[in-house]
């Protein structure tokens, strides 16, 4: 082992990469390292680089440490954590000159793997896990564990800190605790007896995350639609949209359960849900389902990627012509077709925008990490009930399936969900007449009435062509006004999505637009440009239809990249396509390879295009 | 809301049912569909059954998905609410509405295009989950908006109106809904309006997914020589054997009390259903002897109709849910909206 120190010290500012094998335990050791971080009150990152498979293929793991805040995906690593025989070559090569390679000495490293920039720690997990424990399952496990230990020692991690959480986390499994802590503890004494702790790079305390929750987008996006009062989903499972709904139905379990009296003297109390999840055969009866509780007055709403997303674009337009709310929430992996559904694209983005055969066109939000997921989710199910019409709110693998240090969540007991217009019996009462598609208000929406409401108001909902009384129709004139209606109320939607984030710099020529996950690599790009000499301006779009902010920003700079995870530049066509900008005004920077974007991607696009 | 209004013709007093209302109430538009279509007389038995269940027309959800019988719910309840989706999706409209408010009766009207081609997978997991609902499939073995291709209910050998007789086997709902563990299973005859109506009334009561396929002849694509689903195949190939009345549970008690060799299911709400005559050695509540039944029958050309079958004792989709007694759609937001205390505190676990 050679102990080549480099002098430099840089706290709370490196990036380690983590190569195991999927389906054996790594990831419980690898977001124990994440969470330690975060409880040091560090701005930390951690994202998952998994197969699609249950056991046996590579899988990584990337924790990226900044005090500053700038955590998105980092491309340069100074600690490779190479627990993957299978994968050490290219993990070895992905370390930057002059940093560590720890490794499983307990099988001896191919010498032709050596770099002579790079120090290799080793340290015989494998050997002395099958010392310390007994089980074969537990001495595949414990290893992980112990590679922590080692990971505490070196980055200078509080141990203590680390056994609490395990104490936390094993609360309840007095055995697995003791396995646990014992691991953790053979890692960390063996690195500390040989090798000079902490490392160059290392942490030390912050109180930088005080207030913050560490927590991934789908946990976020369930949340956000208890809160928001959904009732009603229907859905399918799909990689990587799943944990919405698991952890939507564990909520529910625990939120909304009541108990009833019995219904017989003598009879038992039973608790009843407040909500009716539903596993479809599909994703289309999972939006047949939220279209139907949605026309019945509940809020209701799915989750899905893009392949579900595609087979929903048939109920997507009954939805927009009969004008059911809806809320759906694409969580988006990489395309086309089944693509690469453990990696991480933004490439939905026009399939969603106008989803269906015909003139569509539909309301979406773009939240950037979880906690405007959850702000997002209560803010869709607002926008779908008030214009009467599905709404999407487009997530993705990153930020759907990572961990993620956002503000702690709060909510305002004044909060007061807008339903749209619903006609009550006593409002029917009061009309002459009802006629659905009668009698616009400002936003171009008509009153509706549910199910079950006075005979006054039952009305025929239907996909084919109808007039604005709701009467089938065939009449040129008759159909087009209903259809420019809906034009016009997509249109005024405009002032209801969460408007964009801009950040403006004095004599800033640049602009760099973007949307979604995008945010934290283009933040920390218009910081590395400005310390470049080169003044950059930000507007994140967070919704759809775009507000005017949108075209006044690409007009105010003569040079504007519009960054987006896709291969065809799709926000920028948008753009084009709803303001009339030239898409020629626009440069595109794409990222598309299934990874989550990273600063240097996006700052090398930029000084190509402007300095030739 | 009609499309077209139908011209009321005065008649001489009109019966009134329990709620005072007459079987005009419960009529729609004028149908659109071919004259002598069998589909028009199921809407009439639909109208007749509804009226004489006394459902209030605002509690009735009439749902189809697209084709010739989907059009049919604007002909029958004008007072109630209508969804006429998407060709194949209405099982899946119907089980959301169905979970979002249970206190409306739906009636799904169906063909044999939109359940058993593109929309089968929706009706199989329907049947699976038991949503609770008249499931009505009007048979007739082609596709008449778009001009008479086979359907797959088509009998092998069947002959389309123009092109060679069918070869590809057929799907029978009754068959498929046994082996789904459907609980609710009836076949009738456009044509019999007289054995429709009760079958009807007892779906209506059903505490689950309540099937009925209605063969249904097309007059303009399917009704002609060669065709299994022609009124003159069916008046020669029908077995009426397993006769059922429908009595409410609103009704008088001894009206349960049924003769010698009669049986009798009660149902979820109370109502009963009495067999008036099965054949020698039939049992509507075993599965397998049902099965064999109707593929006996169906094997010399024979078309059994009926309540072919009825399981009152598995739980519907509500059950298994465990919701609310009362719908979810009136729930009030302070109810399932947890507040910012409780987010407050479970803030606390993503530390």
């Given amino acids: 082992m050679t102990t080549d120190v480099t002098p430099q010290v840089r706290v709370n500012d490196f990036a380690l990469k983590l190569a195991n094998v999927n389906g054996t335990g790594s990831a419980s050791a690898n977001g124990l390292i994440m969470q330690a971080i975060f409880r040091m009150g560090i701005p930390v990152s951690g994202k998952n680089l998994f197969p699609s498979n249950i056991q046996g293929l590579p899988t990584w793991y990337e924790i990226r440490v900044n005090a500053q805040g700038h955590t998105a995906r980092a491309t340069e690593y100074d600690l490779m954590v190479a627990m993957n025989g299978q994968t050490y070559r290219e993990d070895i090569a992905a370390v930057r000159s002059g940093g560590y390679v720890l490794y499983d000495a307990s099988w001896p490293l191919d010498t032709d793997l050596l770099r002579d920039d790079v120090t290799f720690l080793g340290a015989p997990y494998a050997s002395m896990c099958l010392e310390a424990f007994a089980k074969p399952r537990e001495r595949i496990l414990m290893k992980n564990i112990a590679y922590a230990g080692s990971i505490v020692a070196l980055l200078g991690i509080d141990l203590e800190l680390v056994r609490g959480l395990l104490a936390e986390t094993f609360a309840r499994n007095a055995a697995l605790r003791d396995s646990n802590q014992l691991a953790l503890q053979l890692g960390y004494d063996y690195t500390t007896a040989n090798v000079a702790c902490p490392l160059p790079f290392r942490l030390a305390p912050m109180d930088a995350t005080t207030d913050a929750i560490l927590i991934d987008g789908n946990t976020a996006t369930a949340l956000g639609a208890l809160w928001a009062g959904a009732t009603v989903s229907g859905w399918y499972p799909i990689t990587p949209a799943t944990g919405v709904m698991d952890n939507f139905t564990k909520l529910c379990a625990t939120y909304r359960r009541h108990t009833e009296p019995a219904t017989e003297p003598g009879g038992e109390p039973t608790v009843v849900n407040d909500y009716a999840i539903i596993q479809a055969e599909d994703e289309i009866a999972a939006i047949g389902i939220v279209l139907g509780a949605g026309w019945s007055g509940a809020r209701s709403f799915t989750s899905t990627s893009g392949p579900g997303i595609s087979l929903m674009n048939e109920l997507l337009g009954l939805a927009y012509y009969t004008e059911i709310p809806a809320v759906i929430v694409d969580v988006q992996r990489t395309g086309p077709s089944t693509g690469m559904p453990t990696r991480t694209q933004q490439a939905d983005l026009m399939l969603c925008a106008y989803a269906s055969h015909g003139d569509t066109r539909h309301i979406l939000t773009f939240p950037a990490n979880p906690a405007e997921c959850f702000e997002f989710m209560v803010r869709s199910f607002d926008l779908a009930e008030h214009f009467q019409t599905p709404v999407m709110m487009l997530s993705d693998l990153d930020i759907g399936m990572n961990d993620w240090v956002v503000p702690s969540f709060t909510w305002d007991d004044g909060f007061v969900p807008d339903r749209g217009p619903v006609l009550s019996d006593e409002d029917l009462a009061q009309m002459k007449e009802f006629f659905r598609y009668s009698n616009p208000n400002a936003d171009f929406v008509t009153a509706r009435t549910v199910p079950g409401s006075a005979e006054k108001g039952a009305y025929f909902i239907r996909g084919s062509g109808h007039d604005k009384l709701g009467h089938y129709t065939e009449d040129p004139e008759k159909y087009q006004e209903v259809v420019d209606r809906l034009k016009r109320k997509h249109a005024a939607a405009a002032a209801y999505v969460p408007a964009p984030i801009i950040e403006t710099r004095p004599g800033a020529e640049v602009g760099l637009l973007t949307l979604g996950s995008c945010d934290l690599a283009v933040r920390e790009a218009v910081d590395l440009l400005g310390q470049a000499g080169i003044a950059a301006d930000y507007l994140r779009v967070r919704g759809f239809p775009f507000a005017d902010a949108v075209a006044d920003f690409v007009r105010a700079h003569p040079h504007t990249f519009v960054i987006e995870q896709n291969r065809d530049a799709q926000l920028r066509s948008m753009i084009s396509i709803e303001t009339g900008l030239p898409i020629a005004s626009m440069r595109p920077v794409l990222a598309y390879g299934g990874f989550p974007l990273s600063a240097d991607q996006v700052v090398g696009a930029v000084r190509q295009e402007l300095e030739g | ?351």
């Fill in chain 2, 1 to 351: 809301m009609p499309s077209i209004v139908k011209p009321l013709i005065p008649l001489a007093p009109l019966a009134r049912n329990e709620l005072g209302l007459t079987i005009r109430d419960y009529e729609g538009a004028m149908s659109t569909l071919c004259a002598g279509c069998g589909h028009d007389s199921i809407t009439a038995a639909i109208t007749h059954a509804l009226w004489e269940l006394s459902t209030p027309p605002h509690m009735i959800a009439k749902l189809s998905g697209i084709g010739c019988s989907s059009k049919t719910p604007t002909y029958f309840v004008r007072g109630a609410h209508g969804f006429n989706s998407a060709h194949g999706r209405m099982a899946a409209i119907a089980t959301g509405a169905a979970a979002a408010n249970r206190e409306l009766t739906y009636i799904g009207v169906s063909g044999d295009g939109d359940s058993l081609s593109i929309g089968l997978g929706h009706l199989a997991h329907a049947i699976r989950r038991a949503v609770k609902m008249v499931y009505i499939i009007e048979n007739n073995g082609v596709y008449g908006l778009t001009k008479g291709q086979l359907s797959a209910s088509a009998d092998v050998g069947t002959r389309p109106k123009k092109g060679e007789a069918n070869v590809v086997a057929p799907i029978d709902p009754i068959l498929l809904g046994l082996s789904l563990g459907a609980t609710f299973l009836a076949r009738s005859f456009s044509g019999d309006k007289e054995q429709l109506i009760p079958i009807l009334k007892a779906a209506a009561a059903h505490n689950g997914l309540a099937l009925i396929d209605v063969i249904s002849p097309c007059v303009t694509f399917n009704d002609h020589e060669g065709s299994t689903k022609s009124y003159r195949f069916m008046r020669e190939h029908e077995v009426k054997e397993v006769v059922a009345d429908f009595i409410p549970e609103r009704e008088e008690i001894n009206a349960r009390l049924s003769g010698g060799g009669r049986r009798s299911v009660t149902m979820h709400d109370g109502s009963v259903i009495t067999f008036r005559s099965v054949p020698e050695g039939y049992d509507p509540t075993d599965r397998m002897a049902v099965e064999s039944y109707v593929r006996e029958h169906q094997s010399t050309g024979e078309v059994v109709t009926g309540l072919l079958y009825l399981d009152e004792t598995k739980p519907s989709m509500h059950q298994v849910n465990h919701t609310p007694s009362s719908a979810l759609n009136r729930l009030t937001f302070d109810a399932v909206c947890p507040g910012s205390a409780a987010l407050a505190e479970l803030m606390a676990d993503f530390r």
